[in-house]
């Protein structure tokens, strides 16, 4: 399956669509909302590293997930995006499996969003991904003048204030990759909504009056606060040595650790199948050409180059996946001087459990302690995928160049040396 050309394909076809079908009310939900869309949700596939056919489906969905604007408007736009994306598909030889799962991340984005999987996770955040970002001001802006211009009423600065500040209290962002990138950002969009709150108007001198003392009041009092949270601050900084640096580390240590992951799964995954298919091919030539090696004595050379490529690229297969065990032991000593990390099972797994449990009390009551073996396991599973990768790669290319070279002296042997007739 090409999904590359299917989706240039997609890509064509939703442009011409956009210039065909030209609503002047339509001011946000128009072709340049749809390629914004679609670049954030290439910028957060590309960070999970999706399959070809899952990059296929949060790509397709992207593109169709708002034409349903144009076929009747906002109710519904959903359901209409996901037909007309299930009828461009129907035809080109995608699955069905995929045409439906194009169609759920189309439909995950209906409001409240409620994505069941990652894939609609990368659409539903890829939607509202500009909630975290610089242009959230001048993309807010837009919104309001279409909605005004569909609905045609004029809506107040103050009520679309309010009700953009609602749906910012209430949405989150469904990726780790999202929550680290754009919160931030989002949260200090939300401040700024609030920080426009319009002062009510004083209907004699005595109520200002009475506004300015209470306001007087209240700025004493949350001066006095930010001086006790700042002394507690202080005294916290002292404590520890550092300023604590909040979900943001934590964060960023869970998704390096979980692309580590996926990404070690991946190359099992590749390596199991060189060995399935080498394996295979093994016991063919050993059940069929070598039993009858003596009648073709031609195919003699061919067939022995042709086993070698196929246990060579066993064993770099095997050597990728197979595991390396540590000790499994630690030392007082190693606690001491904050070498060894307690988040990687070959360091204790020959410990008893009452002194791995001290170890870790030891571990979690000191901040330095507990990063260093954070940053020690993140970059120690760097060094294992990148030996991994290193023998996954030779033994792509011992199977790819063996293979090309086992074909080529079949060829000869078959076309150069033919075996004479009895």
């Known amino acids: 399956m090409d999904y590359n050309k299917i989706l240039e394909q997609a890509q064509q076809y939703v442009r011409s669509f956009f210039d ?17 869309v679609v670049e954030a949700a290439i910028m957060i596939a590309q960070h999970y590293q999706l399959n070809e056919r ?34 461009f ?6 699955d069905a499996a995929v045409i439906e799962a194009v169609k759920n991340c189309i439909l995950a984005t209906r409001l409240p969003q409620r994505p069941a999987n990652l894939l609609e996770e990368i659409v539903c955040d890829a939607d509202l991904f500009h909630l975290g970002s610089e242009g959230f001001g001048d993309r807010n802006k837009l919104l309001r003048k279409e909605v005004e211009a569909v609905h045609h009423k004029k809506i107040s600065k103050e009520e679309w204030r309010k009700s953009t500040i609602r749906f910012l209290e209430s949405h989150h962002y469904h990726t780790d990759y999202c929550k680290l990138l754009l919160n931030e950002k989002k949260q200090e969009n939300l401040e700024k909504l609030k920080a426009r709150e319009p002062e009510p108007l004083s209907p004699d001198p005595v109520t200002t009056l009475l506004h300015k003392h209470e306001e007087v009041e209240e700025q004493a009092k949350e001066a006095q606060e930010r001086k006790d949270k700042k002394g507690k601050k202080d005294e ?17 240590f869970r998704i390096t650790s979980n692309n580590n992951q996926r990404l070690s799964s991946q190359a099992d995954s590749k390596a199991h199948i060189l060995i399935q298919v080498n394996s295979i091919i ?3 030539l050993l ?10 004595t031609n195919l003699a050379i061919p067939a022995v180059i042709l086993l070698t490529v196929n246990l060579v690229t066993i064993i770099f297969s095997i050597l990728a996946t197979r595991p390396h065990i540590p000790p499994g032991t630690f030392s007082k000593a190693d606690l001491d001087e904050k070498k ?11 410990m008893s459990l009452p002194e791995y449990a001290n170890g870790m009390l030891i571990m979690m009551d000191d901040r330095d302690f507990l990063y260093g073996s954070l940053i020690r396991d993140v970059y120690f599973q760097g060094i294992a995928l990148g030996k991994k990768y290193r023998w996954l790669r030779l033994s792509y290319n011992v199977f790819m160049y063996g293979l090309i070279l086992s074909v080529l002296s079949f060829l000869i042997a078959a076309l150069v040396f033919p075996v004479p007739a009895k």
């Open 236 to 252: 916290e900084k002292k404590g520890n040595g550092k300023k604590d640096a909040g979900r943001g580390i934590d964060t960023v």
């Open 20 to 36: 065909t079908h030209v609503d002047e009310s339509l001011i946000y939900h128009n072709r340049t909302h749809t390629e914004k």
């Open 282 to 284: 093994i016991s063919v």
């Open 287 to 296: 059940s069929l050409l070598l039993r009858k090696i003596d009648d073709h």
């Open 54 to 87: 899952d990059f296929f489906i949060v790509n397709v969905a992207a593109w169709f997930h708002d034409l349903g604007y144009y076929r009747g408007g906002s109710a519904g736009h959903e359901e209409k995006g996901a037909q007309m994306a299930e009828a």
């Open 340 to 350: 060894v990390n307690l988040l990687f099972f070959g360091n204790f797994y020959k």
């Open 89 to 94: 598909l129907t035809g080109t030889g995608v």
